[in-house]
């Protein structure tokens, strides 16, 4: 157990020097897993081949090759990212039974890079929700405390990290679904400026919207995993052709003297959580005395912006799952009057609730007559968005807010009030309308003693300041694993 609480950057070194191998690593990952079967993490252990690429690692380091950091290291990926061999059913019906005939381009980087992928990580079906129990196969619990939720989608993926049954995972984030569970689970969540980390081989949700992302158990270790998985991907038609960056070694001056932080009063007028205010005006207080400038910025529109992302992730939602049938994918109806009748009941059959609300909103605001007073209102809006951030970058170096507006809240608490359910995004869906690159880590501790979250917004491709503002708050400051 102690030896899966340490972080890629130490496991890293006492694999080098051959302190400890990948197959005990590995081993003790599986034997985790099991002893945590209770929280509903996984969807899919790959216990056999995990084994068998850890004795590959070990014979290689033995022969004294040159290998990458994460080389042996065990990890975990969102069950919606496609692993040649395993299935990939974004925790839906509707993909139960289907195995991924290819890789995600993340996942041959992982591999490449001697990662060892160990499980696929339970999640919101087809990545809709903020708290992971629109699973098809259960609900996850937050490993903290099981009685409370992760947070969502990517809820499986930041409570296998939380739970310490790896020491890394991908998530994907469309409007705070890195995020928001990293938050909740007390563990480091990096959403990606869009397009730097191709999304080949990832079953989509909103196209424009989602990014892959790293979570992990510090800000290095997030700065080592998006130095394997970034990178210009020629197929896959958003890849960014920007050039590679070596975070883990560039990132990190170890101060913050004269950085210029942007803070809006507009995130703290949408807070009613006391509790999270006083831990995001407490971080305040650390940057200020530790040489940061606190710059007041406006963002007049950032109330707007969770209706923005519902109408336009939503439209894009309806289009991206037309595809799903019940002819190309899923399991079909046997009785059906004609080929109409056969989409129905094969859609009711294999969608949850949550997927559908969302595909009836997404195909209303696209209909004839409400495409104008819905859709385009929102493109306009998401145009005004990015405008605000832009000319608040022109004076400050990142932007920081609570990363979500409460601490976890129960299991079931929330499921039947869809709206009240939406606010938890309220903080980081304005990243992804933007496409800008966010960090959040923990920041503080709530009288339920779950985790709060700070959030760091960069501008494009400025992931190395939010590393560099990241790592300093978490050795100086605050770190929930020393708590």
Partial sequence: MEILNETIENISGLLKNKEISSVELVNASLKRIDETQNLNILHEVCRESAVEKAKEVDELRAKGAELSPLAGVPVVIKDNISMVGTYTTCSSKFLENYKSPYNATVVDKLQNAGAIIVGKANMDEFAMGSSSETCAFGVVHNPRNPEYVPGGSSGGSASTVAGNQCFASLGTDTGGSIRQPSSFCGVVGLKPTYGLVSRYGVVAFASSLDQVGPITKSVKDSALMLDVISGYDANEFTSAKHEPENYYENSFKNSIKGLKIGFAKEFVELLKNQEVLNSFMNAIDFFKANGAEIVDIKLPHIKDALAVYYVLSSAE???????????????????????????????TKGFGKEVKR??????????????????????????????????????????????????????????????????????????????????????????????????????????????????????????????
């Fill in 317 to 347: 939602a309806a289009s991206n799952l037309a595809r799903f049938d019940g002819i190309k994918y899923g399991v079909p109806t046997d009785e059906f009057k004609d080929l109409v009748d056969f989409y129905v009941q094969s859609r």
């Fill in 358 to 483: 969302r595909i009836m909103l997404g195909n209303f605001v696209l209909s004839s007559g409400y495409f104008d007073a819905y859709y385009n209102k929102a493109k306009a809006v998401q145009n005004l968005i990015i405008n605000e951030f832009s000319d608040a970058f022109k004076n400050c170096d990142v932007i920081i807010s609570p990363t979500t507006p409460s601490p976890a809240f129960k299991i079931g608490e929330k499921v039947s009030n869809p709206l009240e359910m939406y606010l938890n995004d309220i903080y980081t869906v304005p990243v992804n309308i933007a496409t800008l690159p966010a960090i959040s880590l923990p920041c503080g501790v709530a009288s339920n003693g779950l985790p709060l979250g700070l959030q760091i917004i960069g501008n494009r491709f400025s992931e190395s300041k939010l590393f560099n503002l990241g790592d300093y708050f978490e050795k100086n400051c605050f770190n929930l694993r020393e708590v």
